[in-house]
């Protein structure tokens, strides 16, 4: 029987990541412990028993959408003991990840599955090699991995994966 994967974040893409981290943070009685800022996006992760990601698009980003009115959900990433297995169980399911899994963070792998073998849903599948969340001080997200991370949810003509048709 598969260990049930507990929500490991939820990523919520909106206009302003340092307006949506306040009000969100003043919400939860607790700050953003991880900031990232590139050309690509700005993220603002809130801790809790599933970290918030709240993500505004920099100009470099693919658009999540052609156009994004408003807030909207990237995608749902799970918490995972062991890339391999989780990969494994996934590939036997059907389910193709979109490449190999990159280092994002100190003892962070994280890799996405394929949407359009996942029911239009993007998965991100997150292996901590620590236990738990950040510690309260945050942790160091290296830009580059995520980078290479965030390129895995594009074609190679830029187009979101999200809006391939499903099997």
């Keep these: ?3 049930p994967l507990p929500i490991d974040h939820v990523t919520a893409v909106v206009p302003d990541a340092d307006a949506a981290a ?3 943070g003043a919400l939860l009685g607790r700050p953003p412990v991880s900031v990232l800022d590139d050309a690509r996006m700005t993220v603002r992760t809130l801790p809790g028993g599933c970290e918030l990601h709240v993500v505004t698009l920099g100009p470099r980003a693919v658009p ?3 156009s994004v009115p408003a807030a909207s959900w990237h995608h749902i990433g799970l918490a995972v003991d062991s890339m391999a297995e989780a990969m494994a169980h996934a590939a036997a399911l059907g389910m193709r990840a979109l490449g190999e899994p990159v280092v994002t963070g100190p003892g962070v792998r994280e ?3 394929d949407p359009g073998s996942t029911a239009g849903v993007l998965i991100q599948l997150v292996e901590r090699a620590l236990p ?3 510690p309260a001080g945050g942790f ?3 830009t580059s991995g995520v980078s290479r991370l965030v390129a895995q949810t594009t074609d190679t003509k830029g187009k979101d994966h999200r809006d391939r048709h499903t099997r």
């Design 140 to 142: 160091r997200l290296e």
């Design 22 to 24: 306040r009000r969100l």
């Design 132 to 134: 738990g969340r950040a």
């Design 1 to 3: 029987m598969v260990k």
């Design 64 to 66: 999540v959408r052609p």
């Design 111 to 113: 890799v996405f599955l």
